[in-house]
């Protein structure tokens, strides 16, 4: 039988007005979107519909944001019946997964998400790095670019997208080291705008707090098997799911692998829960026969439901 894989966005598809449709026309979501404020103590709603763009991408608010808004979405899914059979998420995304899967309640992943943005900005000031995306090499060949480039900082892959997209992550100097090296090669790479070298060694100051975090929440077993970001397997388990989860602050997401492993267990349609439409061009990259659905507001169920 076909199976369908719900997909978590991470930082990156976030922009001003994210969730404001869906608010406005699903009562439910609206509801969720007030609560977060009461949960969080101060007005997400008003950074997610009405930026300033600086704000909302500032780490501590993008991650609260971007779960809050995956989770407005996946409450329209369950009222709609649309059928679930895996999940995975892609970075932050993977708390909002885990979350849909039932593995924690919604105030104790709104509650992880904000302190885990608060301890990664807060590394990222410690530790000042920058992320690259190198476009149209092997994952092999990236590695061995990070090992030379290494010789002035530190540089590693961080996110294994997909075939010909891998970003890179570490030191100020390593990573501009890399693409110097690139450059000199002939191969793309684009620095991103991010604040932080995430999944790299530089955030390890935010392991310590985000441990911490975790032992407090009440993790429950999953209805649906994850594809968890470090290992590329999946799982249901709650006990492993503490041990993954503060992995992961400092490890590669291995997506494009993720996808691999979800394709060999049998799914064949997904749809992109949330903000943006990052995911389903991924996959693109991935599988061509999997086709993803972004859905944001009411209007994008119709292919759905066809």
């Avoid at 406005?24 to 007030?34: C, I, R, S, T």
């Avoid at 995975?88 to 039932?102: D, K, Q, R, V």
């Avoid at 394709?263 to 389903?280: A, R």
Wanted: glycine letters at 10%; a negative charge.
């Amino acid at each position: 039988m076909s199976k369908n894989i719900f997909l978590f966005p991470g930082q990156g598809a976030q922009y001003i007005g994210m969730g404001s449709a869906l608010a406005q026309n699903f009562e439910p979501a609206k509801k969720m979107l007030e609560y977060a404020d009461e949960i969080l103590n101060f007005s997400l709603s008003k950074i997610m519909l009405e930026g300033p763009e600086e704000v909302l991408k500032s780490t501590d608010n993008t991650q609260p944001a971007l779960f809050v808004t995956s989770m407005m979405v996946m409450e329209l899914l369950i009222a709609e019946g649309i059928p679930c059979d895996m999940v995975a998420g892609h970075s932050l995304g993977e708390y909002s997964a885990i979350c849909a899967a039932g593995g924690f309640s919604f105030e104790d992943g709104l509650h992880l998400v904000r302190k885990r943005g608060e301890l990664m900005a807060t590394a990222g000031t410690r530790s000042p790095g920058k992320m690259a995306a190198v476009i149209g090499v092997e994952d092999d060949a990236v590695k061995a670019l990070c090992a030379e480039a290494s010789k002035k900082g530190i540089v590693i892959p961080a996110n294994f997208n997909c075939p010909g997209q891998v970003v890179v992550s570490g030191s100020v100097e390593g990573v501009n080291a890399l693409v110097e090296l690139c450059e000199s090669k002939s191969i793309k790479a684009v620095l991103l705008p991010v604040s932080g070298a995430f999944h790299s060694p530089l955030m390890e100051f935010a392991v310590e707090g985000l441990t911490e975090a975790i032992a407090k929440v009440n993790f429950s077993d999953l209805k649906y098997p994850l594809i968890a970001n470090v290992t590329a397997e999946p799982l249901t388990d709650a006990t492993l799911l503490p041990d993954l989860l503060v992995r992961q602050i400092t490890s590669p997401v291995r997506w494009g692998e993720s996808m691999q492993k979800a394709i060999s267990l049998g799914v064949t349609s997904g749809v992109e829960v949330g903000s943006g439409k990052v995911l389903m061009g991924l996959m693109r990259r991935i599988d061509r026969n999997l086709k993803v659905t972004p859905v944001e507001n009411i209007g994008d169920l119709t292919p759905l439901k066809g």
